[in-house]
Structure formats: C-alpha cells, structure tokens
C-alpha cells in the first residue's frame, strides 16, 4: 500500500496540539501545530472550498474491532448513503492518509464510525488546514469520540446530515 505513513501526534489535555506524519513513498511529509496551521513539506495546507456536496471527493476507513453486525449494516448504510450524494466515495485504510488530504484540499471530506484512537494526527491537520472537525452529533471533535466526520467548511453541514439521515 503505497499510501502507508509513520505519525506522530502530542496531546495535550485530550487534544493534539503537535503532528507529523511522513508518507514516504510519496516524499510527503505533513506537519501541524494547534494555532499554527498545517504544511506539506513546508507548505501551509488549506482545505478545499466545495460548496456543494455532489462534487465532493468523499473518503471512509471503517475497519472495526472485532465483528459488530449493527455496525457493519450502519457503517453500510452510511457509504451507501454517501454514494449517492457525493461525486465520489473511496474505503480504504490508513485513514490518516485520508485526513491529510483532505488537509491538503485533494479531498473534501472523511468520515470514521469506530476505531479512531489513533487519528489525533490526521484530525489535527484537517482542523490546522482551516476544516471542519466534530463528532456525528455535530459538537466539537474529542479524542474519546466514538465517531467524527472531517470536512471543508463549505460541506460539513450537508455531509453531517447525509451522515445521520
């Protein structure tokens, strides 16, 4: 997988307040600060400014723990969903790498349901890159969320409710 990474994020008081992550193959290598944005290889990092949902380029990890069938039809429903209001829906792991495109303005949204203890990284460059990071309940994203949608401000609101229809 060509799109493999080794990260690191620094939490302070239950928020990421420093990452890096290297994405060797492509010689990338993100970088963000709490207040002090996000860069690719040096380069402040803006997200994209979509407006509309039905040109966006969507992303999903969605690799569970274990074998949940209420999650698996949820997380199903939730793709299906997606499709069809999205140009485009990609399900593919590391979701990091999916958070720091859309960090990047490449993609425009991402969105996980379970497994999400190890995004503090990805989430912090979105939300350095000038996007939109909460819970699917709409408040603020926590590192104890059991679930987050990642998007360009202009999108956020239109995926959360796709997301939670």
Wanted: charged residues 15%.
């Amino acid at each position: 997988m060509p799109d493999r990474n080794i990260g690191v994020s620094l939490l302070g008081e239950g928020r990421p307040v420093l990452a890096v992550v290297c994405f060797p193959v492509f010689d990338e290598m993100f970088t963000a600060t709490e207040g002090g944005g996000a860069f690719l290889n040096g380069v402040r990092l803006r997200v994209s400014v979509k407006t509309s949902l039905d040109g966006a380029l969507a992303g999903t990890g969605q690799a569970q723990r274990g074998h949940d069938p209420d999650l698996a039809q949820w997380m199903g429903a939730a793709f299906a969903a997606m499709t069809n209001s999205a140009l485009y829906v990609r399900a593919s792991v590391p979701v990091t790498h999916q958070l720091a495109q859309v960090a990047a303005g490449r993609m425009d949204l991402h969105w996980q349901f379970d497994n999400v203890r190890s995004h503090a990284a990805g989430v912090l460059l979105v939300q350095e890159a000038g996007g939109v990071v909460t819970g699917l309940e709409g408040k603020a994203w926590e590192r104890a969320s059991e679930s987050y949608l990642a998007a360009a401000p202009g999108i956020h609101a239109a995926a959360l409710d796709v997301l939670t229809a």
